[in-house]
């Protein structure tokens, strides 16, 4: 069993910060990646950042040079640190990973539950 769980997410003016956490936990072999995503009302999940394990962050170019996605000192922990927030980044906020578990020969898919985001103008 693995499991993401997010925190951070709040309702914060337009200009200001905010820092999502994402830890995951379980039966955990080894992260391939992880990475968040959000969705706001009426449109499709969308891709935000990436920060695969050895490799380069990717970064929507809607969020570049304001948010940044790092990874924790805790081994399966990831953050999202996110600056002058605009109303547009109002949504709800995925953690994702690439997970392989312990006794799998696979890396699968996890996501978190969500953390909302909400930017007021």
């Known amino acids: 069993q693995v499991q993401l769980a997010e925190s951070g997410g709040d309702l914060v003016q337009a200009g200001g910060s905010l820092r999502l956490s994402c830890a995951a936990s379980g039966s955990i072999f080894s992260i391939n990646g992880m990475g968040w995503y959000r969705q706001a009302p009426g449109k499709q999940r969308e891709l935000v950042a990436t920060l695969p394990t050895g490799g380069r962050t990717n970064y929507a170019d809607s969020v570049k040079g304001r948010f940044t996605i790092y990874r924790g000192n805790a081994k399966n922990t990831v953050y999202l640190q996110m600056n002058s927030l605009k109303p547009e980044d109002t949504a709800v906020y995925y953690c994702?990973?690439?997970?392989?578990?312990?006794?799998?020969?696979?890396?699968?898919?996890?996501w978190g539950q969500g953390t909302q985001v909400t930017v007021s103008s």
């Open positions: 994702n990973a690439g997970i392989l578990r312990y006794g799998s020969s696979r890396y699968d898919d996890y």
